[in-house]
């Protein structure tokens, strides 16, 4: 993984801008820690930052490539799992590579089938390739949209880059936010409509999308979209299939010439991943698989089962990482470095996001990272076959907004009257609520129920998901640590979007059919735990720091969210039993604690960025 950035201009001399492009590219250290390199032509102008994954030693970038008098230049971050069949493809039609990275190999698939090469692409990507006889840019994104690309226009400029960082780095970018911004951060946050940049005239290139830019604007493609049709295979077939499918990508996920581990919850979608993983070692003689997991100091001692986390994960780590016979790190983090490091999550995320389930992550990462330079994680599992609440609560089912959201008005209570008169936040909310159904490709003739879960399953897949892909991305490479997510391989998630939810739902569990798909994969006790999320902590002491802190924000004169936040409400709030009333606003695991901690983030956010609201 690594991080990239561009910048083309038909007016400036690019190659009197190194300081600026230099700037951009170091805003991007972390995602790539192992080498720095640009390329600078007249009227563009490529970064890139490395981490060494395959190939250490011949896959620098921005990478050059010759095809007659034709030369193509790439600036590329991710992975591409089906390199082998794409190298010998290649081959046969007369290629010849100097290297084993993928890098070579996609910028080969370019120059042979142009624009289309990205169908023929299984991976992780996002990247930019400029062809120089015909000045053109061509950007692209993965399908499910698992590594980042965003992209603004300035006049006759146009830059891109893995981050929102790297643009704000160029002169030209201005940290600027108007109320579709603030609508975004205060009401659709921490999640993030597709293709929105939050900041003014700043944009993300869709999952599924790529783009070519030359002297005549932008065109736009969509090269990959769901698409709705008939299940043609019976059950013991889609089992075999789900089966067939996740045996071959965690397989393909596993190769890389550094140090694989994997993520270990002792749920079952981190258990599968980890016993795909320590069957390959074994069958190979690759040694023993090293798993992580995290928790808390003092979990245990204030751990409250609930409907949302039934039990702890820490028996069932031991389980699982017992069975398989993996060398097994547990990570247990303090209260108060949970708190500590919002401000430095939210820099990481360029935004406020998930509180301590981000700043859980990311110091997770920090420690993965000692011993580990890549990851497997169960992530995304339960959007893809249904394992979330909002596939089962008929109240979440039928609600009529983001079921993870149910609450909209709640939010609205958080605000100054100002504030939300001005933005008209509530409708802005219906909006993109509606916009969201309104892409659903729905299957004719189906029945009402079964297109009712076709469009929860849509509204997880494209609103819901890239906010987990966003954290999972921003917070491990702020380490430099690559995290590989096999369940959105997307041959998975094209076959079980069309499997109807009564196989889905096998035997009404949860994950019915992943879990059926498993069996003799996993321990019969670990294949049907009920769910349980990701570990948050249970200690008071992180809800006092956050509340603490939030309400010293609200005290300060110069705090940028006083305009913003209704005080006397937030002060309510806090003089609150927040746990015999703490429901989730965001999600299962954002609730009262979440809530300053998202203040904290949103004022560190302003600060830090010096946004300016316009």
Same mark, same amino acid.
């Given at each position: 993984m690594c991080g990239i950035t561009g910048w083309i201009d038909w007016e400036r001399n690019l190659e009197q801008e190194q300081p600026i492009l230099d700037a951009m590219v170091a805003t991007l250290a972390a995602r790539g820690p192992d080498a720095s390199g640009t390329y600078m032509k007249k009227h563009v102008a490529f970064g890139h930052r490395r981490l060494s994954v395959v190939d250490l030693v011949n896959g620098a970038q921005p990478m050059i490539r010759q095809r007659g008098e034709h030369h193509y230049i790439i600036t590329y971050n991710g992975e591409l799992y089906n390199t082998p069949e794409l190298r010998h493809d290649l081959e046969m039609r007369g290629y010849r590579f100097s290297t084993t990275c993928d890098t070579e190999v996609l910028l080969t698939?370019?120059?042979?089938?142009?624009? +289309?090469?990205?169908? #023929?692409?299984?991976?992780?990507? +996002?990247?930019?390739?400029? =062809?120089? &006889?015909?000045?053109?840019?061509?950007?692209?994104? =993965?399908?499910?949209?698992?590594?980042?690309?965003?992209?603004?226009?300035?006049?006759?400029?146009? *830059?891109?880059?893995?981050? $929102?960082? +790297? %643009? *704000?780095?160029?002169? $030209?970018?201005?940290?600027?936010?108007?109320?579709?911004?603030? +609508?975004?951060?205060?009401?659709?946050?921490?999640? #993030?409509?597709?293709?929105?940049?939050?900041?003014?005239?700043?944009?993300?290139?869709?999952?599924?999308?790529?783009?070519?830019?030359?002297?005549?604007?932008? !065109?736009i493609i969509q090269y990959w979209a769901l698409s709705s049709q008939p299940h043609e295979h019976d059950f013991e077939q889609t089992v075999e299939t789900v089966r067939e499918l996740l045996c071959d990508t965690a397989k393909r996920q596993l190769v890389a010439d550094v140090p694989v581990c994997t993520f270990l919850s002792g749920g079952l979608d981190s258990s599968a991943l980890t016993a795909l993983a320590a069957n390959t070692y074994k069958r190979e003689g690759l040694g023993d698989l090293h798993t992580y997991s995290v928790d808390?100091?003092?979990?245990? !001692?204030?751990?409250? /089962?609930?409907?949302?986390?039934?039990?702890s994960d820490a028996p069932w780590v031991k389980r699982v990482s017992e069975y398989f016979n993996t060398q097994h790190?547990?990570?247990?983090?303090?209260?108060?470095? %949970? @708190?500590?490091?919002?401000?430095?999550? /939210?820099?990481?995320?360029?935004?406020?996001?998930? /509180?301590?389930?981000?700043?859980?992550?990311?110091?997770?990462?920090?420690?993965?990272?000692?011993? &580990?330079?890549? &990851?497997?994680?169960?992530?995304?599992? =339960?959007?893809?076959?249904?394992?979330?609440?909002?596939?089962?609560?008929?109240?979440?089912?039928? @609600?009529?907004?983001?079921?993870?959201?149910?609450?909209?008005?709640?939010? $609205?209570?958080w605000l100054t009257p100002e504030f939300k008169n001005k933005l008209n936040l509530s409708d802005y909310v219906k909006q993109r609520y509606s916009e969201a159904l309104s892409e659903v490709p729905q299957l004719p003739g189906e029945e009402p129920i079964a297109a009712r879960m076709r469009e929860i399953f849509y509204l997880s897949l494209t609103r819901w998901m890239p906010t987990l892909l966003d954290r999972k991305d921003r917070m491990s490479m702020a380490f430099g640590l690559e995290v590989r997510v096999p369940y959105c391989d997307h041959r998975i998630v094209e076959y079980v979007w069309n499997v109807p939810w009564a196989i889905k739902n096998y035997q009404n569990r949860e994950k019915g059919l992943l879990r059926y798909a498993l069996t003799g994969i996993l321990p019969d006790d670990v294949l049907w735990r009920k769910k349980s999320p990701y570990p948050k902590t249970h200690n008071p002491e992180y809800l006092n720091t956050v509340r603490s802190w939030a309400l010293e924000i609200l005290q300060d004169s110069t705090s940028p969210l006083l305009p913003l936040i209704d005080i006397d409400k937030i002060k309510a709030i806090a003089q609150s039993d927040l746990s015999a009333s703490n429901i989730p606003w965001f999600g299962q695991l954002m609730g009262g604690a979440q809530l300053f901690a998202y203040l904290v983030q949103a004022d560190a956010w302003m600060r830090k960025y010096r946004v300016n609201i316009v």
């Open positions: 698939a370019y120059i042979e089938y142009g624009p +289309a090469c990205v169908e #023929r692409f299984n991976g992780i990507f +996002a990247f930019g390739i400029w =062809d120089e &006889a015909k000045e053109c840019l061509f950007l692209a994104r =993965d399908r499910i949209g698992v590594k980042p690309l965003f992209y603004t226009e300035c006049g006759k400029s146009f *830059l891109f880059g893995s981050e $929102l960082k +790297a %643009l *704000l780095a160029n002169p $030209l970018v201005k940290p600027e936010v108007d109320s579709e911004g603030l +609508a975004e951060v205060f009401m659709i946050g921490p999640a #993030r409509t597709p293709g929105h940049g939050v900041f003014r005239g700043v944009h993300e290139l869709k999952p599924g999308y790529s783009m070519i830019y030359n002297r005549n604007g932008k !065109k808390y100091v003092d979990n245990e !001692k204030y751990f409250k /089962a609930s409907s949302f986390q039934p039990n790190h547990n990570i247990i983090l303090e209260n108060e470095e %949970l @708190a500590q490091c919002l401000v430095q999550a /939210a820099e990481a995320r360029d935004l406020p996001g998930m /509180a301590d389930i981000d700043t859980s992550l990311y110091l997770f990462s920090r420690e993965i990272k000692k011993g &580990a330079t890549v &990851a497997l994680s169960g992530e995304c599992a =339960d959007e893809v076959f249904g394992g979330y609440p909002w596939f089962y609560r008929e109240e979440m089912i039928h @609600a009529t907004t983001f079921p993870w959201a149910p609450r909209p008005e709640m939010r $609205l209570e």
